[in-house]
């Protein structure tokens, strides 16, 4: 029996994980579940899956949780609650599905105690690739893909031995707005971007997908887990979402990984690495497949994704000024402070405002995150003060 722990049990990701552990996985018992605000959902999560113990973020939502379940495990609050979740020695496995830079201490904290680490929280090795993969080195603990993007490489390299890939392909599906003229493109709204055409997923990374500043995260994502060069990532949009990436070979040989757009597949490989388990996940319907699609990104309606190639090329603290200027935009855009188009504008200004300087600690990671923000959202209120 192994225990895992769940980082974010109430969300997209996490609320998948659950259904993947309940209906596959008779040898996994839960550990800690965890949530920033939504006490309610947690304590449904307690009464239906039984885990070892919960964390919650934010105070308020650790009361109410005490108020509306009569839970008799540990209940930890605040980040230094979710840390410990994530460190707790019972753990065998962390799925670390937090949204955004508040990944970052957790998954470390997980890769610190000697834990593998099913990793859904891309965010963490944007800003902190180096840290991250360092000490995963050291303590000898498996990052384990969750995107379905990077899944698929992992599954396509397989027995390969790293020198034989020549280059790996990243496939997006382009978003709801893959085919909007750039002049459309100010005028959408936050409802109409977070109506994805393919994937169901947390509203930041669909906002991310709509501006394929997502598809920019997976490519520093893939630069840190495989030790490619940049040179060695590519993007191409793939509408279908069936291919969910591949590998091209020094040989010439390409393998891909394909299935239907669900991100039970991927999660629950990650939990049975490196074996295949059986699943009664949808399967693809070859008959009603008339075509596979593949077209070049257009970076210039979709400028986010250039802004974090520019970054990973650059590096040092430039991925954590773009994640961090890119997490205050999008929330802005969600409460309808900016437009779309502005997000970039507002990454491209904050890149611009703050210097570079080497990440050689999680101090110094922090404290560049804390100045991009305070930068980025000094540019949200003069775009606002303009309109
Ligand atoms: N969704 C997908 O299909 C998908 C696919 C590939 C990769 N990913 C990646 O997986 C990660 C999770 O995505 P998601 O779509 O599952 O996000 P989500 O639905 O927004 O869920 C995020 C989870 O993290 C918790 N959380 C948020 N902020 C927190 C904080 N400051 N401290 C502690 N907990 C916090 C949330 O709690 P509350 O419920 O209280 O907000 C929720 O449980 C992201 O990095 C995303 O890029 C997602």
New binding site residues.
């Given amino acids: 029996m192994k225990t895992i722990s769940i980082?974010?049990?109430?969300?997209?990701?996490?609320r998948q994980a659950l259904d993947v552990i309940a209906t596959y996985h008779g040898d996994l018992q839960l550990g800690f579940l965890?949530?920033?605000?939504?006490a309610e959902?947690l304590a449904e999560q307690v009464e239906r899956y039984k885990p070892y113990g919960v964390a919650l973020?934010?105070p308020e939502?650790y009361q109410r949780f005490r108020q509306i379940s009569s839970f008799d495990g540990p209940v930890l609050c605040g980040?230094e609650g979710?840390r410990a979740a994530a460190a707790w020695e019972g753990n065998d496995i962390v799925l670390s599905?937090?949204?955004?830079f508040?990944?970052v201490e957790p998954t470390l904290a997980a890769i610190e105690r000697g834990i593998t680490v099913a990793l859904?929280?891309?965010?963490a090795l944007v800003v902190a690739g180096e840290l991250v993969m360092a000490k995963a080195r050291h303590h000898n603990v498996p990052l384990l893909a969750?995107?379905?993007e990077h899944s698929a490489i992992l599954q396509c390299t397989v027995g390969e031995h790293p020198d034989s890939i020549e280059r790996v392909v990243l496939t997006a599906s382009g978003g709801p707005f893959r085919n909007l003229p750039l002049e459309a493109l100010e005028q959408v709204t936050p409802e109409q971007a977070l109506r994805h055409p393919t994937?169901?997923?947390?509203?930041?990374?669909t906002i991310?997908s709509a501006t394929l500043m997502?598809k920019g995260?997976e490519v520093i994502e893939a630069y840190w887990l495989f030790g490619l060069s940049p040179e060695q990532i590519s993007v191409l949009i793939h509408p279908q979402s069936i291919v969910h990436s591949f590998v091209e070979f020094t040989d010439g040989s390409v393998k891909a990984q394909l299935g239907v757009p669900d991100?039970r597949l991927p999660i629950h490989y990650a939990l049975t690495y490196p074996s295949r388990r059986p699943t009664a996940l949808p399967r693809i319907q070859w008959e009603q497949l008339s075509r596979l699609e593949f077209e070049p990104p257009d970076t210039t309606r979709f400028p986010c994704l250039k802004l974090a190639l520019d970054a990973l090329h650059e590096g040092k603290s430039a991925p954590v000024v773009l994640n961090a200027a890119n997490e205050v935009a999008v929330e802005a855009f969600i409460q309808r402070r900016i437009r779309f188009s502005d997000i970039p504008a507002v990454i491209a200004g904050t890149l611009d405002a703050i210097p570079s300087v080497a990440l050689t600690s999680l101090e110094i990671v922090i404290d560049v995150d804390r100045h991009a923000r305070h930068k980025a959202i000094a540019l949200v209120s003069h775009l606002q003060q303009r309109r």
């Fill in positions: 980082l974010g049990s109430t969300g997209s990701i996490g965890t949530t920033n605000t939504n959902l973020c934010a939502a980040k979710i599905a937090l949204v955004g508040a990944g859904a929280n891309k965010e969750v995107d379905s994937w169901n997923m947390g509203a930041k990374i991310d997502n995260f991100m």
